[in-house]
């Protein structure tokens, strides 16, 4: 049976500012639905790696080689990665991608407003 993605009412926008994530009871396992820095999108709230929900993990940053810096390293993508749970591996809100394998992946839907309010299409 092939299934059709329909899209679903979210929240308002006034209810996602930017920072925050709301989590919808669609499919098997949800869907977290962020907005970035003032962009909003959408994943599955289930790591790839062992089944954890994602939507649940820390959101911030990650950590990035800096050569010209006394400690290595530089903060990136704040409020961008999602770090699971049980195992804090990182993904990349915008795309799916797992930072540190870009290979391995979670799902990704889209996310639109219309007259000020949120819909995710799954």
């Not at 920072?19 to 919808?24: S, T």
């Not at 940053?61 to 903060?75: F, K, L, M, S, W």
């Not at 990182?90 to 979670?106: C, H, L, M, Y």
Request: some cysteine; hydrophobic content about 35%; aromatic content about 8%.
């Amino acid at each position: 049976m092939i299934r059709v993605p329909q899209r679903r009412f979210v929240c308002s926008l006034d209810e996602l500012p930017p920072g925050a994530m709301k989590l919808v009871d669609i499919g098997k396992f949800g869907v977290g639905v962020y907005n970035v820095r003032g962009s909003l999108y959408a994943i599955v709230n289930y790591c790839s790696h062992e089944g954890a929900p994602l939507c649940l993990g820390l959101l911030g940053g990650t950590n990035e080689p800096a050569p010209d810096r006394p400690d290595g390293v530089r903060r990136v993508r704040d409020g961008q990665i999602v770090r699971c749970p049980w195992h804090n591996w990182e993904f990349d809100i915008t795309t799916g991608r797992n930072v540190a394998d870009p290979s391995r992946r979670v799902r990704t839907y889209q996310v639109d407003v219309t007259d000020g309010e949120v819909f995710v299409t799954a």
